[in-house]
Nanobody, 124 residues
Framework: VQLVESGGGLVQPGGSLRLSCAASGYTYNNYCMGWFRQSPGKDREGVAAIYTAADNAYSADSVKGRFTISQDTANNTVYLQMNSLKPDDTTIYYC???????????????????WGQGTQVTVS
């Protein structure tokens, strides 16, 4: 199983970035795909998730209206479009795949089985 993130970088406040996560090595539609972020000394925070088979998406209140998760099922890729970025959004973002019950706690990092290496997002 491989999850490869890309798209991080440095952006000014108010700017946008799009993160990508290319998944391989497993049956894509069997898993929920999530984006998490983690700053030093803090717990990993669920940002957004999408139930790939149902195409149902969820996002944290802290990013609602600014971040959008989407997918390209033909290419087993999940995206996180981040708009109106703030300095507080600065951290490492991780893509994850997990067998999360539909309607369950998509934001719980412990429910995810596979993780990408992370990509740094800096808003400054």
């Amino acid at each position: 199983v491989q999850l490869v993130e890309s798209g991080g970088g440095l952006v000014q406040p108010g700017g946008s970035l799009r993160l990508s996560c290319a998944a391989s090595g497993y049956t894509y539609n069997n898993y929920c795909m999530g984006w998490f972020r983690q700053s030093p000394g803090k717990d990993r925070e669920g940002v957004a998730a999408i139930y790939t088979a149902a195409d149902n998406a969820y996002s944290a209140d802290s990013v609602k209206g600014r971040f959008t998760i989407s997918q390209d099922t033909a290419n087993n890729t999940v995206y996180l479009q981040m708009n109106s970025l703030k300095p507080d959004d600065t951290t490492i973002y991780y893509c994850a795949a997990g067998v999360v019950m539909f309607g369950g706690k998509w934001y719980e990092a412990s429910d995810y089985n596979y993780w990408g290496q992370g990509t740094q997002v800096t808003v400054s």
